[in-house]
């Protein structure tokens, strides 16, 4: 069923519907045109410490302070900063700060509801790394809030910035490659996913994404972006999800799964797979879109359109996809050409445009919870050895 046509029952119904455009941007009471968004980083780890150079490039976006627990993640990221920024070992002392208009969360999957709670509360904008939140009564009450924010709230699924894969949904939705019938989709690695700890009381600080308590593995960390993608493709969320994991080669006493199997099923019929190793890196990121009339296939910057039956000869630009005379690579077809930015720059120069124009973000508080609730499907599904069903509240 169509994400639009669904009807929610109880109270999950009316909070989805306030978060439609005309009704969330309506309420935004701060919007900055013209100005410089100031914005506060909460987690300085390889994500939250990695974006802040990349703030730093884009105009009328400034990283002003930054929060970690660990005192030598917040110095390196003091330190490393060309401007001078405030550095707080606790959040909430950030959130006080009346200088910072905006917050990016990039903390531990399992922290991210109370402290996006807060900041909510505190009033400022909000963007959350993916996945949204841990457990369904989390995502509820960061839904429950969200109804009566009147801020900017986008969740860091970046590949709904990116302009590539807008492309590639509209070539899709325009029946491209026909009725779809499938996904097939994988994030593949070959490394241990461990970080080096200086001091065995921080294990479970640092390597935060090996045990269950905090973290949702490999769904919540890698394959929720190709989820929230295939949900954007159909405008719809599973009916259903089956799936096994298992932690047969790194025996190091982790918890969550290093090799992971999913499948969503649509009321549509469609079926999409998604596959994540930490022990084979063959291929390693790609999504396929099979269609009856065609393929597309995506990687992290690049796509290629592969039709159904004999390969074309020569033909014009159509569509985006490059050539008066064909270009074809073996196994993906002719190449989608599209000028585009880094997704995760685009990202956040969406988020300082939403909150500067009071727009809806492009990857907001809806299809973050929605791709949050399906993670949660997914590891329930592995680690209960159950078909989990779409859960209401």
Known sequence: MRRRDFIF??????????????????????????????????????????????ISQISDLNVVSCSDLLPFRLNKAVSGSRRKIRAYPDYRDLLSDRNVDAVLIATPFSTHSKIALDALEAGKHVYCEKTLAKGYDNIE????????????????????SSRLYTHVVDLIRGGKIGKITA????????????????????????????????????????????????NWVLDDRPEKVMGIGGIHYWKDARETFYNIHLIYSYASG??????????????????KVLGDQGTIILDYDKAWYYPEGKIPGRQTNVDGVSGATLQWEPAKGIPIEVTHAD???????????????????????????????????GLDAMINQEIIKWREF
């Open 9 to 54: 029952k109880g109270g999950l119904a009316s909070i989805f519907l306030v978060n439609a455009p005309t009704v969330f941007g309506s309420r935004n009471p701060y919007g900055r045109a013209n100005e410089t968004v100031n914005i506060g980083i909460i987690g300085t780890g390889d994500r939250g410490g990695g974006l802040m150079p990349v």
């Open 141 to 160: 009450a960061l839904l429950l809030k969200g109804k009566n924010a009147g801020g900017v709230f986008q969740t860091g699924h970046q590949y709904h």
């Open 183 to 230: 996904f097939e989709c994988q994030w593949n690695r070959n490394g241990n996913w461990r970080r080096a700890v200086p001091d065995p009381s921080l294990e479970r600080i640092i390597n935060w994404r090996l045990y269950r308590e905090f973290s949702g593995g490999l769904a919540a960390e890698l394959c929720s972006h190709q989820i929230d993608f295939v």
């Open 270 to 287: 469609v079926k999409a797979k998604f596959t994540c190793l930490t022990s084979n890196s063959r291929n390693d990121y790609q999504i």
């Open 343 to 377: 997704p995760s720059r685009q990202a956040l120069m969406d988020f300082r445009d939403s909150i500067k124009n009071n727009t809806l973000p492009l990857s907001g508080l809806q299809t973050g919870a929605e791709t949050a609730i399906c993670v949660q499907m």
